[in-house]
């Protein structure tokens, strides 16, 4: 299973500002004091070998990861601005032939998980098959009211591809190729769902918008197998630990709640997702470093990666 980040925001995209471009240009430049770039190779060697918050960014979209399972299984999780990207280059292969398939499970309804659809081009391509899976008993609806005429001018029901809903019982557990796929509710105001892929021993869990604070010990017996041992997690990690202290009530974690659930699950990698539209990529970067350095003195000898999610990410499951 490959897995790839197209969208990783949280609740509104934040496309960087001119200003924070010059910023990282004379970050860029100041480094470069003392390197021999007189050729374009070593120019090159140089931008290449920038840390991600000074020679990229971490990205603006809302949240969309893609999986894909060979060349036949394509499913995403949620449907936020970064789903608009991931559709062009879907376009370049079956989906604009019209003979797609995809498999979109969305975590709930909130903008920001939804509000790239109406704009994911394979939707509008005649023979394409987009299934929408979610808990949520009433997806069909919810997704047509954001495309009503108040406030989109092409509704759902214009949309030329075969779009079906396949709404999931609590606790269920289906089967999609080699793929078994499983959900779990999370906490955050409104329901939010997590779902967790397992494939011939690997598995991969999407659990964005959830509050992993202060979790109690019947809830932490109720999360930590869902995320058990899994190579992959992608959890929600919008705020700094006091943020989240003084928004505790508003459905997310910190990069170091994440850490404590991953070390208490034995996972594999964890990846922070759903960054707050307010921290730059500076921030961003200062809340990986102090992750990594949380996670390095809680581990012991437990093998665990934290990686900081960005569009274009890539990762094999």
Same mark, same amino acid.
């Given at each position: 299973? &490959?897995?790839?980040?197209?969208? $990783?925001?949280?609740?509104?995209?934040?496309? =960087?500002?001119?200003?924070? *471009?010059?910023?990282?240009?004379?970050?860029?430049?100041?480094?470069?004091?003392?390197?021999?770039?007189?050729?374009?190779?070593?120019?090159?060697?140089?931008?290449?070998?920038?840390?991600?918050?000074?020679?990229?960014?971490?990205?603006?979209?809302?949240?969309?990861?893609?999986?894909?399972?060979?060349?036949?299984?394509?499913? &995403?999780?949620?449907?936020?601005?970064?789903?608009?990207?991931?559709?062009?280059?879907?376009?370049?292969?079956?989906?604009?032939?019209?003979?797609?398939?995809?498999?979109?499970?969305?975590?709930?309804?909130?903008?920001?998980?939804?509000?790239?659809?109406?704009?994911?081009?394979?939707?509008?391509?005649?023979?394409?098959? &987009?299934?929408?899976?979610?808990?949520?008993? #009433? =997806?069909?609806? %919810?997704?047509?009211?954001?495309?009503?005429?108040?406030?989109?001018?092409?509704?759902?029901?214009?949309?030329?591809?075969?779009?079906?809903?396949?709404?999931?019982?609590?606790?269920?557990?289906? %089967?999609? #190729?080699?793929?078994? $796929?499983?959900?779990?509710?999370?906490?955050?105001?409104?329901?939010?769902?997590?779902?967790?892929?397992?494939?011939?021993?690997?598995?991969?869990?999407?659990?964005?918008?959830?509050?992993?604070?202060?979790?109690?010990?019947?809830?932490?017996?109720?999360?930590?197998?869902?995320? @058990?041992?899994?190579?992959?997690?992608?959890?929600?990690?919008?705020?700094?630990?006091?943020?989240?202290? @003084?928004?505790?009530?508003?459905?997310?974690?910190?990069?170091?709640?994440?850490?404590?659930?991953?070390?208490?699950?034995? $996972?594999?990698?964890?990846?922070?997702?759903?960054?707050?539209?307010?921290?730059?990529?500076?921030?961003?970067?200062?809340?990986?470093?102090?992750?990594?350095?949380? *996670?390095? @003195?809680?581990?012991?000898?437990?093998?665990?990666?934290?990686?900081?999610?960005?569009?274009?990410?890539?990762?094999?499951?």
């Amino acid at each position: 299973m &490959i897995v790839r980040f197209w969208g $990783v925001r949280g609740s509104i995209p934040a496309p =960087m500002t001119s200003h924070e *471009v010059k910023a990282k240009i004379v970050w860029a430049l100041r480094m470069a004091m003392g390197h021999n770039l007189g050729d374009e190779g070593a120019l090159k060697r140089f931008v290449d070998e920038l840390p991600q918050h000074i020679g990229g960014t971490y990205g603006g979209n809302t949240p969309c990861v893609q999986l894909q399972s060979g060349d036949t299984t394509t499913i &995403i999780f949620d449907a936020g601005s970064g789903i608009r990207a991931l559709g062009l280059d879907l376009m370049e292969g079956s989906f604009g032939q019209g003979t797609g398939t995809c498999h979109l499970f969305l975590s709930h309804t909130h903008w920001d998980h939804i509000q790239g659809l109406p704009f994911f081009l394979p939707a509008h391509v005649p023979g394409n098959r &987009i299934i929408i899976y979610s808990p949520h008993a #009433d =997806m069909e609806e %919810r997704l047509k009211a954001q495309q009503a005429p108040a406030y989109f001018p092409v509704p759902l029901e214009s949309m030329e591809a075969d779009i079906e809903f396949f709404p999931l019982a609590e606790a269920e557990t289906i %089967r999609l #190729d080699e793929l078994r $796929v499983s959900s779990i509710e999370l906490k955050h105001p409104g329901g939010s769902f997590g779902y967790r892929v397992e494939k011939q021993g690997a598995s991969f869990v999407y659990a964005t918008d959830t509050a992993l604070n202060d979790l109690s010990e019947s809830e932490q017996e109720q999360f930590t197998p869902f995320f @058990s041992h899994a190579k992959v997690v992608v959890i929600d990690a919008q705020y700094t630990a006091e943020e989240a202290a @003084s928004k505790e009530t508003w459905g997310h974690s910190s990069p170091l709640a994440g850490v404590d659930m991953a070390l208490r699950a034995g $996972v594999e990698t964890l990846v922070l997702f759903h960054h707050e539209p307010t921290h730059d990529d500076q921030a961003l970067h200062e809340k990986f470093e102090r992750a990594r350095k949380y *996670v390095e @003195s809680k581990r012991q000898n437990q093998a665990c990666a934290v990686l900081m999610a960005y569009e274009g990410l890539q990762l094999a499951v």
